[in-house]
């Protein structure tokens, strides 16, 4: 079906920035949709950034501003560029990609962990 991997995570200082990468493969051609959400410990997951495949975007209120999410078609991959990172964004970030007649496809998520 669709696989995902994502790369970028690590550890930063407040203030720094790190950029995600998740490439897809397998199955790309149904895929109409790609974002990211992230799990801190005690917390629920919550959708940080989502991007349409030729639509919109959209991103959860406390990162608007820092994180832009993009899409590289030609290498089937999505970025999400994460400036002015706070203590709170830290989590492990999923990527995940939305096919058109299958469902929901995630990756093994990346850690990122912002210090003081």
């Known amino acids: 079906q669709v696989q995902l991997v994502e790369s970028g995570g690590g550890l930063v200082q407040a203030g720094g920035s790190l950029r995600l990468s998740c490439a897809a493969s397998?199955?790309?051609?149904?895929?109409?949709?790609m974002g990211w959400y992230r799990q801190a410990p005690g917390k629920q997951r919550e959708l940080v950034a989502h991007?349409?495949?030729?639509?919109?975007?959209n991103y959860v209120d406390s990162v608007k501003g820092r994180f832009t999410i993009s899409r590289d078609s030609a290498k089937d991959t999505v970025h999400l560029q994460m400036n002015s990172l706070k203590d709170e964004d830290t989590a492990v970030y999923y990527c995940?990609?939305?096919?058109?007649?299958?469902?929901?496809?995630w990756g093994r998520g990346t850690q990122v962990t912002v210090s003081s």
């Open positions: 995940y990609s939305r096919v058109a007649r299958g469902g929901l496809y």
């Open positions: 397998g199955s790309i051609f149904s895929i109409n949709a």
């Open positions: 991007v349409v495949y030729g639509g919109t975007t």
